[in-house]
Protein backbone atom coordinates (compact mmCIF):
# COMPACT_ATOMS: atom_id res chain seq x y z
CA UNK A 1 0.00 0.00 0.00
CA UNK A 2 1.32 3.43 -1.05
CA UNK A 3 1.61 5.79 2.24
CA UNK A 4 -0.85 8.24 0.72
CA UNK A 5 -4.01 6.68 -0.85
CA UNK A 6 -6.68 8.24 -2.16
CA UNK A 7 -9.88 7.09 -0.34
CA UNK A 8 -12.96 5.87 -2.40
CA UNK A 9 -15.62 6.31 0.26
CA UNK A 10 -17.90 9.32 0.40
CA UNK A 11 -16.64 10.22 -2.97
CA UNK A 12 -19.25 9.38 -5.63
CA UNK A 13 -20.05 7.43 -9.03
CA UNK A 14 -18.94 10.34 -11.43
CA UNK A 15 -15.86 11.03 -9.14
CA UNK A 16 -14.62 7.74 -8.18
CA UNK A 17 -15.10 7.30 -12.50
CA UNK A 18 -13.15 9.77 -12.97
CA UNK A 19 -10.21 9.06 -10.12
CA UNK A 20 -9.74 5.31 -11.56
CA UNK A 21 -9.60 6.23 -15.26
CA UNK A 22 -6.32 6.06 -15.59
CA UNK A 23 -5.65 3.25 -14.28
CA UNK A 24 -7.90 0.76 -16.07
CA UNK A 25 -7.70 -0.28 -19.74
CA UNK A 26 -11.47 -0.36 -21.12
CA UNK A 27 -13.74 2.57 -19.85
CA UNK A 28 -16.60 0.26 -18.69
CA UNK A 29 -13.92 -0.91 -15.89
CA UNK A 30 -14.20 2.10 -14.00
CA UNK A 31 -17.58 1.95 -13.75
CA UNK A 32 -17.51 -1.57 -12.80
CA UNK A 33 -15.20 -0.43 -9.83
CA UNK A 34 -17.77 2.36 -8.98
CA UNK A 35 -20.21 0.04 -8.68
CA UNK A 36 -18.72 -2.22 -6.67
CA UNK A 37 -18.35 0.72 -4.03
CA UNK A 38 -21.03 2.24 -4.15
CA UNK A 39 -23.88 -0.22 -4.74
CA UNK A 40 -22.15 -3.43 -3.41
CA UNK A 41 -20.29 -1.91 -0.37
CA UNK A 42 -16.77 -3.46 -1.41
CA UNK A 43 -14.77 -3.60 1.72
CA UNK A 44 -11.32 -4.37 -0.45
CA UNK A 45 -10.36 -4.44 -3.83
CA UNK A 46 -9.85 -8.39 -4.19
CA UNK A 47 -13.72 -8.25 -3.65
CA UNK A 48 -14.08 -6.97 -6.63
CA UNK A 49 -13.81 -10.32 -8.76
CA UNK A 50 -15.17 -9.32 -12.12
CA UNK A 51 -11.92 -7.09 -12.51
CA UNK A 52 -8.72 -8.20 -13.87
CA UNK A 53 -6.37 -9.56 -10.66
CA UNK A 54 -3.44 -6.77 -12.29
CA UNK A 55 -5.99 -4.01 -12.25
CA UNK A 56 -7.10 -5.08 -8.36
CA UNK A 57 -3.54 -4.75 -7.43
CA UNK A 58 -2.68 -1.58 -8.99
CA UNK A 59 -6.09 -0.33 -6.89
CA UNK A 60 -5.12 -1.44 -3.99
CA UNK A 61 -1.24 0.64 -4.19
CA UNK A 62 -3.60 3.89 -5.22
CA UNK A 63 -6.38 3.69 -3.26
CA UNK A 64 -7.81 3.19 -0.13
CA UNK A 65 -11.28 1.84 0.99
CA UNK A 66 -10.93 2.70 4.80
CA UNK A 67 -14.09 3.70 6.91
CA UNK A 68 -14.79 4.39 10.44
CA UNK A 69 -13.95 1.24 12.76
CA UNK A 70 -16.48 -0.06 14.61
CA UNK A 71 -14.56 -1.06 17.92
CA UNK A 72 -17.79 -1.67 20.12
CA UNK A 73 -21.49 -2.61 19.66
CA UNK A 74 -24.16 -2.63 21.92
CA UNK A 75 -27.37 -4.39 21.26
CA UNK A 76 -30.86 -3.00 23.32
CA UNK A 77 -33.44 -4.95 24.57
CA UNK A 78 -35.62 -3.48 21.86
CA UNK A 79 -33.17 -4.27 19.19
CA UNK A 80 -31.32 -1.39 18.57
CA UNK A 81 -27.51 -1.37 17.57
CA UNK A 82 -25.45 1.20 19.19
CA UNK A 83 -22.09 1.69 17.23
CA UNK A 84 -18.80 2.95 18.86
CA UNK A 85 -16.60 4.03 15.90
CA UNK A 86 -13.02 4.92 16.12
CA UNK A 87 -12.03 7.18 13.45
CA UNK A 88 -8.57 7.87 11.48
CA UNK A 89 -7.35 10.33 13.64
CA UNK A 90 -7.89 8.53 17.37
CA UNK A 91 -11.66 10.54 17.63
CA UNK A 92 -14.65 8.44 18.90
CA UNK A 93 -18.39 9.01 17.60
CA UNK A 94 -21.43 7.16 18.25
CA UNK A 95 -24.50 6.06 15.81
CA UNK A 96 -27.43 4.10 15.91
CA UNK A 97 -29.96 1.44 13.97
CA UNK A 98 -33.10 1.29 15.23
CA UNK A 99 -35.58 -1.64 14.22
CA UNK A 100 -38.85 -0.80 13.17
CA UNK A 101 -41.92 -2.27 11.13
CA UNK A 102 -40.00 -3.98 8.51
CA UNK A 103 -36.98 -1.28 7.86
CA UNK A 104 -34.42 0.05 9.85
CA UNK A 105 -33.42 3.61 10.56
CA UNK A 106 -29.75 4.92 10.67
CA UNK A 107 -29.09 7.64 13.32
CA UNK A 108 -25.70 8.94 12.03
CA UNK A 109 -23.30 11.80 13.29
CA UNK A 110 -22.12 14.57 11.99
CA UNK A 111 -19.22 15.71 14.27
CA UNK A 112 -17.54 14.35 17.02
CA UNK A 113 -19.67 16.54 19.37
CA UNK A 114 -21.60 19.70 19.65
CA UNK A 115 -20.83 23.26 20.37
CA UNK A 116 -24.45 24.41 20.12
CA UNK A 117 -24.65 23.14 23.69
CA UNK A 118 -28.22 22.62 24.35
CA UNK A 119 -28.46 22.33 28.05
CA UNK A 120 -30.37 18.94 28.06
CA UNK A 121 -27.99 17.53 25.21
CA UNK A 122 -25.40 15.15 26.46
CA UNK A 123 -23.03 15.82 23.25
CA UNK A 124 -24.25 19.40 23.61
CA UNK A 125 -22.37 19.37 27.36
CA UNK A 126 -19.87 17.64 26.67
CA UNK A 127 -18.59 20.16 24.04
CA UNK A 128 -17.61 21.04 20.86
CA UNK A 129 -15.94 18.52 18.12
CA UNK A 130 -14.60 18.29 14.63
CA UNK A 131 -17.03 17.94 11.55
CA UNK A 132 -16.68 14.25 9.96
CA UNK A 133 -15.54 14.09 6.10
CA UNK A 134 -18.29 13.20 3.67
CA UNK A 135 -16.27 9.56 3.96
CA UNK A 136 -16.48 9.45 7.77
CA UNK A 137 -20.28 9.81 7.10
CA UNK A 138 -20.95 7.87 4.42
CA UNK A 139 -18.99 5.23 6.42
CA UNK A 140 -21.24 4.90 9.34
CA UNK A 141 -24.22 3.78 6.87
CA UNK A 142 -21.89 1.22 4.98
CA UNK A 143 -20.66 -0.77 7.82
CA UNK A 144 -23.86 -0.97 9.33
CA UNK A 145 -25.57 -1.63 6.50
CA UNK A 146 -23.26 -4.46 6.27
CA UNK A 147 -23.70 -5.46 9.72
CA UNK A 148 -27.61 -5.16 9.39
CA UNK A 149 -27.22 -7.58 6.21
CA UNK A 150 -29.64 -5.19 4.75
CA UNK A 151 -30.86 -3.76 1.62
CA UNK A 152 -30.51 -0.30 0.92
CA UNK A 153 -34.38 0.44 0.09
CA UNK A 154 -35.15 -0.66 3.60
CA UNK A 155 -33.58 2.02 5.15
CA UNK A 156 -34.21 5.74 6.60
CA UNK A 157 -31.29 7.45 7.65
CA UNK A 158 -31.94 10.35 10.13
CA UNK A 159 -28.63 13.17 10.92
CA UNK A 160 -29.83 12.78 14.64
CA UNK A 161 -26.76 11.30 16.16
CA UNK A 162 -24.00 13.52 17.65
CA UNK A 163 -23.40 16.82 15.92
CA UNK A 164 -25.40 19.71 14.10
CA UNK A 165 -25.38 18.74 10.93
CA UNK A 166 -26.09 22.25 9.62
CA UNK A 167 -22.30 23.43 11.15
CA UNK A 168 -20.77 21.15 8.88
CA UNK A 169 -22.21 21.61 5.53
CA UNK A 170 -20.27 21.23 2.91
CA UNK A 171 -19.26 17.54 4.18
CA UNK A 172 -23.22 17.09 4.66
CA UNK A 173 -24.01 18.17 1.05
CA UNK A 174 -21.49 15.92 -0.09
CA UNK A 175 -22.22 13.12 1.93
CA UNK A 176 -26.06 13.04 0.71
CA UNK A 177 -25.38 13.38 -2.74
CA UNK A 178 -23.43 9.75 -2.21
CA UNK A 179 -26.40 8.58 -0.26
CA UNK A 180 -28.78 9.16 -2.56
CA UNK A 181 -27.55 6.63 -4.90
CA UNK A 182 -28.74 4.18 -2.91
CA UNK A 183 -31.28 5.44 -0.70
CA UNK A 184 -33.48 8.51 -1.66
CA UNK A 185 -33.96 12.02 -0.56
CA UNK A 186 -37.53 11.42 0.86
CA UNK A 187 -35.81 8.60 3.05
CA UNK A 188 -33.46 10.92 4.16
CA UNK A 189 -33.76 13.62 7.73
CA UNK A 190 -31.81 16.34 8.63
CA UNK A 191 -32.34 17.47 11.83
CA UNK A 192 -30.88 21.24 13.23
CA UNK A 193 -30.82 23.53 16.17
CA UNK A 194 -32.63 25.71 13.50
CA UNK A 195 -29.16 27.50 11.82
CA UNK A 196 -30.51 29.97 9.49
CA UNK A 197 -27.61 30.11 6.88
CA UNK A 198 -27.31 26.27 6.80
CA UNK A 199 -31.39 25.79 6.24
CA UNK A 200 -31.44 28.47 3.49
CA UNK A 201 -28.59 26.36 2.23
CA UNK A 202 -30.75 23.54 1.99
CA UNK A 203 -33.56 25.26 0.61
CA UNK A 204 -31.20 25.70 -2.20
CA UNK A 205 -30.67 22.60 -3.25
CA UNK A 206 -31.93 20.75 -6.13
CA UNK A 207 -32.28 17.66 -4.52
CA UNK A 208 -33.46 18.18 -0.79
CA UNK A 209 -33.48 15.92 2.04
CA UNK A 210 -36.63 16.11 4.76
CA UNK A 211 -35.91 18.85 7.12
CA UNK A 212 -36.76 18.39 11.09
CA UNK A 213 -36.16 21.34 13.60
CA UNK A 214 -35.21 20.79 17.32
CA UNK A 215 -37.87 23.95 18.14
CA UNK A 216 -37.95 22.89 21.98
CA UNK A 217 -39.40 25.41 23.29
CA UNK A 218 -42.31 27.63 21.63
CA UNK A 219 -41.49 31.35 23.14
CA UNK A 220 -37.78 33.03 22.55
CA UNK A 221 -37.24 33.45 26.12
CA UNK A 222 -37.62 29.65 26.92
CA UNK A 223 -35.70 28.71 24.18
CA UNK A 224 -32.58 30.66 24.79
CA UNK A 225 -32.73 29.30 28.84
CA UNK A 226 -32.21 25.44 27.12
CA UNK A 227 -30.89 26.16 23.41
CA UNK A 228 -28.54 29.49 23.68
CA UNK A 229 -28.08 29.23 19.51
CA UNK A 230 -31.52 30.84 19.95
CA UNK A 231 -29.60 34.44 20.90
CA UNK A 232 -27.72 34.53 17.80
CA UNK A 233 -31.15 32.97 15.46
CA UNK A 234 -34.57 33.98 17.15
CA UNK A 235 -37.64 32.45 17.28
CA UNK A 236 -39.11 34.70 15.10
CA UNK A 237 -36.66 35.04 12.43
CA UNK A 238 -35.95 30.92 12.22
CA UNK A 239 -40.01 30.78 12.01
CA UNK A 240 -39.82 32.94 9.11
CA UNK A 241 -37.12 31.44 7.79
CA UNK A 242 -39.28 27.98 7.52
CA UNK A 243 -42.13 29.97 6.45
CA UNK A 244 -40.35 30.43 3.17
CA UNK A 245 -38.72 27.07 3.01
CA UNK A 246 -39.29 25.42 -0.40
CA UNK A 247 -41.53 22.22 0.78
CA UNK A 248 -42.13 19.59 -2.40
CA UNK A 249 -45.36 18.68 -2.78
CA UNK A 250 -46.70 16.60 0.20
CA UNK A 251 -43.83 17.19 2.52
CA UNK A 252 -44.31 18.79 6.29
CA UNK A 253 -41.41 20.28 8.07
CA UNK A 254 -41.12 17.83 11.50
CA UNK A 255 -40.50 19.83 14.98
CA UNK A 256 -38.84 18.10 17.53
CA UNK A 257 -39.75 18.84 20.91
CA UNK A 258 -38.03 17.69 23.84
CA UNK A 259 -40.19 17.31 26.60
CA UNK A 260 -38.46 18.62 29.98
CA UNK A 261 -40.36 18.17 33.43
CA UNK A 262 -41.67 21.38 34.70
CA UNK A 263 -39.78 23.73 31.58
CA UNK A 264 -42.07 23.33 29.08
CA UNK A 265 -44.05 20.52 28.96
CA UNK A 266 -47.38 22.35 30.91
CA UNK A 267 -50.44 22.55 28.44
CA UNK A 268 -50.11 26.44 28.17
CA UNK A 269 -46.83 25.53 25.97
CA UNK A 270 -49.02 23.21 24.14
CA UNK A 271 -51.10 25.84 23.06
CA UNK A 272 -48.44 28.45 22.54
CA UNK A 273 -46.56 25.94 20.07
CA UNK A 274 -49.80 25.08 18.29
CA UNK A 275 -50.04 28.93 17.65
CA UNK A 276 -46.47 28.93 16.54
CA UNK A 277 -46.79 26.92 13.95
CA UNK A 278 -50.09 27.87 12.44
CA UNK A 279 -49.81 27.81 8.54
CA UNK A 280 -46.70 25.74 8.03
CA UNK A 281 -47.13 22.12 6.66
CA UNK A 282 -46.03 20.47 9.65
CA UNK A 283 -45.60 17.12 11.94
CA UNK A 284 -44.80 17.62 15.51
CA UNK A 285 -42.76 14.77 17.02
CA UNK A 286 -42.45 15.03 20.85
CA UNK A 287 -39.52 13.21 22.88
CA UNK A 288 -40.20 12.48 26.20
CA UNK A 289 -36.62 13.93 27.88
CA UNK A 290 -33.79 11.10 28.15
CA UNK A 291 -32.45 11.47 31.17
CA UNK A 292 -29.07 11.52 31.40
CA UNK A 293 -27.73 8.57 33.61
CA UNK A 294 -24.93 10.23 34.71
CA UNK A 295 -26.75 13.27 35.76
CA UNK A 296 -24.91 15.90 33.89
CA UNK A 297 -27.46 17.65 32.58
CA UNK A 298 -29.77 17.37 35.95
CA UNK A 299 -33.11 17.32 34.07
CA UNK A 300 -35.78 14.90 34.03
CA UNK A 301 -38.66 13.69 32.27
CA UNK A 302 -42.69 14.11 32.48
CA UNK A 303 -44.49 11.33 34.22
CA UNK A 304 -46.42 9.75 31.07
CA UNK A 305 -49.77 11.45 32.17
CA UNK A 306 -48.20 14.82 31.52
CA UNK A 307 -46.76 13.64 28.58
CA UNK A 308 -50.24 12.14 27.46
CA UNK A 309 -52.08 15.43 28.01
CA UNK A 310 -49.61 18.11 26.19
CA UNK A 311 -49.76 15.22 22.92
CA UNK A 312 -53.82 15.41 23.30
CA UNK A 313 -53.46 19.34 23.65
CA UNK A 314 -51.98 19.75 20.40
CA UNK A 315 -54.02 17.22 18.38
CA UNK A 316 -56.99 19.19 19.92
CA UNK A 317 -55.40 21.98 17.56
CA UNK A 318 -55.35 19.25 14.84
CA UNK A 319 -51.89 19.26 14.58
CA UNK A 320 -50.44 15.60 13.80
CA UNK A 321 -48.35 14.91 16.68
CA UNK A 322 -46.12 11.68 17.31
CA UNK A 323 -44.54 10.44 20.70
CA UNK A 324 -41.28 8.99 20.41
CA UNK A 325 -41.00 6.35 23.02
CA UNK A 326 -37.50 6.03 23.13
CA UNK A 327 -35.38 3.70 21.76
CA UNK A 328 -31.89 2.23 23.00
CA UNK A 329 -31.84 4.22 26.07
CA UNK A 330 -30.97 1.17 27.75
CA UNK A 331 -27.59 0.83 26.02
CA UNK A 332 -27.57 4.84 26.19
CA UNK A 333 -28.62 4.96 22.01
CA UNK A 334 -31.62 7.35 22.53
CA UNK A 335 -31.27 10.90 21.76
CA UNK A 336 -29.40 13.45 23.11
CA UNK A 337 -27.60 10.20 25.68
CA UNK A 338 -24.73 9.80 22.23
CA UNK A 339 -21.11 10.92 24.12
CA UNK A 340 -18.91 8.77 21.60
CA UNK A 341 -16.45 8.26 24.36
CA UNK A 342 -14.55 5.34 24.32
CA UNK A 343 -14.90 3.77 27.43
CA UNK A 344 -12.78 0.67 28.92
CA UNK A 345 -15.62 -1.82 29.07
CA UNK A 346 -16.12 -5.72 29.78
CA UNK A 347 -16.12 -8.28 26.97
CA UNK A 348 -17.57 -7.57 23.81
CA UNK A 349 -20.12 -10.55 24.55
CA UNK A 350 -21.31 -9.00 27.45
CA UNK A 351 -22.48 -5.45 25.24
CA UNK A 352 -23.70 -7.85 22.93
CA UNK A 353 -25.94 -9.66 25.63
CA UNK A 354 -29.58 -7.85 26.05
CA UNK A 355 -29.37 -4.99 29.09
CA UNK A 356 -31.30 -6.02 32.13
CA UNK A 357 -33.39 -2.46 31.98
CA UNK A 358 -36.14 -2.23 30.26
CA UNK A 359 -35.46 0.63 27.58
CA UNK A 360 -39.47 2.30 27.53
CA UNK A 361 -40.29 3.76 30.87
N1 LIG B 1 -28.05 18.77 16.39
C1 LIG B 1 -29.21 18.34 15.72
C2 LIG B 1 -29.27 16.85 15.52
C3 LIG B 1 -28.79 16.00 16.64
S1 LIG B 1 -29.77 16.08 18.12
C4 LIG B 1 -30.45 18.86 16.41
O1 LIG B 1 -30.34 19.37 17.52
O2 LIG B 1 -31.51 18.76 15.81
C5 LIG B 1 -31.17 15.09 17.62
C6 LIG B 1 -32.42 15.30 18.46
O3 LIG B 1 -32.20 14.83 19.78
C7 LIG B 1 -32.85 16.75 18.59
O4 LIG B 1 -34.20 16.89 18.24
C8 LIG B 1 -32.67 17.05 20.05
O5 LIG B 1 -33.59 18.02 20.50
C9 LIG B 1 -32.89 15.69 20.66
N2 LIG B 1 -32.31 15.54 22.00
C10 LIG B 1 -31.14 16.02 22.45
N3 LIG B 1 -30.95 15.67 23.75
C11 LIG B 1 -32.03 14.96 24.12
C12 LIG B 1 -32.41 14.30 25.32
N4 LIG B 1 -31.64 14.31 26.39
N5 LIG B 1 -33.58 13.64 25.34
C13 LIG B 1 -34.38 13.59 24.25
N6 LIG B 1 -34.07 14.18 23.08
C14 LIG B 1 -32.90 14.86 23.01
FE1 LIG C 1 -26.02 19.85 19.48
FE2 LIG C 1 -28.41 18.88 18.69
FE3 LIG C 1 -27.37 18.24 21.10
FE4 LIG C 1 -28.24 20.73 20.67
S1 LIG C 1 -29.48 18.85 20.66
S2 LIG C 1 -26.31 20.17 21.65
S3 LIG C 1 -27.67 21.01 18.55
S4 LIG C 1 -26.52 17.69 19.14
Not at 58 to 69: I, N
Request: hydrophobic share 35%.
Amino acid sequence: MAAEETSLIGVGTRQIVQIVTPLVDRPFRARQVAHWVIHRNATSFDDMTDLPKELRRALDTQFSLTEPRVVDLAVSQDESRKYLYELGDGSTIEAVAMAEAGHHTLCLSSQTGCAVGCTFCVTGVLGAGRNLSPGEIVGQYRTMLRDLGGEAARVNIVFMGMGEPLLNTRNLMAALEVLYETVSPRRITVSTSGLLPGIRLLGELERRPKLAVSLNAPTQELREQIMPISRQYPLDQLMACLRAFPLERGRRITFEYVLIRGLNDGVPHADQLSRLLRGIPSKINLIPLNEDPTHLTGLRRPDDATIGSFAERLRDCNLTVTVRWSKGSDVGAACGQLKGLHQRRSTASDHCRPAATPSRR
